[in-house]
């Protein structure tokens, strides 16, 4: 009997040590942000998804899609409440990152978006962190890139040029990661005055912004043409300041950018747009 109970307690023993390694692993959980969102900004459980021509309401996703005319360009701004990160996703092309681009409406409806916009290209860089729906692909630095994280528990951070060490970053507690830049807000969510950028004349934009845990929007910028002038980055920065997000970070834009809500584009792409590497999206 005392054989069998030493036999079992090392059993025991060794069942607990694979649980704390298997957490120790998979790192935080996604955390559930509901109650940080405004009352009625969800529906009920047992109610059906609500489509608007520009609006989206089910149990865990709130999108609400507004057009204006700021700095002689046509702005197209998604509010966005997720109940948790879960929703708030990236695809790639083929399925597989750094493979060839694919168009943009086979992305969303290979991946069931709600909502999309271009994602960073990140496999254009041969180095830098990359990390989608809480996978890490490739783990390296990239000290000529801005990055933006993504953590499990909803929050946002950005960063700039050498800011980041990798090392010191809890991986685990990562959701999304990239690596296009640069970063648009102070750390008080001020706007930059001036940008070092090679990219920072009026162009077609694509942008991630972050109000609060759970809460975030899409914005994308018309450009080159149809009326439509691009923003700069100054004027870009300025304009997610004014929206009152605390963070922000600038995509690939240019002739890549574009929105796409419910199968259909929202904006009104440089050329028609082109095919994407990956998207960021919003999906059940």
Known sequence: MKKLLIAMGSVYLMLMVMISASLAQDGPKLIDLRSLAPQGTFTQAQEEPIFGELSYQSHNISIRI???RVD???VYVADIYVSSVEQLKRAFSHGKWSANAQKSSVLVNDNNAILAITGDYSSLFDKGLVVANGEII???????RHNCLIYKDGRMETFG????DIDQIPQNNIWQSFLFGPELLQDDGQYFEEFNSKIGVANPRSVIGYYAPGH???????GRGNGNKGMSMTQLSRFMSQLGCQQAYNLDGGQSAVM???GSIVNSPYKGGRSLNDIVYIGE
């Open 216 to 222: 975030y929007c899409f914005v994308v910028v018309d």
């Open 66 to 68: 507004e057009k204006s």
């Open 161 to 164: 040029r050498n800011e980041m």
């Open 72 to 74: 002689k360009s046509d």
């Open 138 to 144: 490739r783990k390296s630095a990239n000290s000529l």
């Open 260 to 262: 796409i809500f419910n």
